[in-house]
Nanobody, 117 residues
Framework: QVRLVESGGGLVQSGGSLTLSCKAS????????MAWYRQAPGKERELVAS???????KYADSAMGRFTISRENGLTTVYLRMNGLKPEDMAVYYC???????????WGSGTQVTVSS
């Protein structure tokens, strides 16, 4: 059974930092591209950052220069370091595992990030 378990969300003041973690189990982690998505109330889920099996990162424009995605294959964990948080970053953040060139993907249940102004 595949599980993706996010942690690290919480309440932070504007300008603050958080690091999200996503622990994966039940899959061959090194074979999956990993990503973080977020969904704010009333909005569609959007891609924040992704990292391939070759450690190539990509970022949404809104995350560029402030967020850093990384992965630790030995720990089957992907991280999202978020600096300079803004109220508009407030959302539920979801971890995603995607097997390239297939329709296989998995989602975590999300972790809430709240940014106070």
């Amino acid at each position: 059974q595949v599980r993706l378990v996010e942690s690290g969300g919480g309440l932070v003041q504007s300008g603050g930092s958080l690091t999200l973690s996503c622990k994966a189990s039940g899959l061959i982690f090194s074979r999956f591209d990993m990503a973080w998505y977020r969904q704010a109330p009333g909005k569609e889920r959007e891609l924040v950052a992704s990292i391939t099996t070759s450690w190539l990162p990509k970022y949404a424009d809104s995350a560029m220069g402030r967020f850093t995605i990384s992965r630790e294959n030995g720990l089957t964990t992907v991280y999202l370091r978020m600096n300079g948080l803004k109220p508009e970053d407030m959302a539920v953040y979801y971890c995603n595992a995607n097997l390239a060139l297939s329709n296989t993907e998995y989602w975590g249940s999300g972790t809430q990030v709240t940014v106070s102004s």
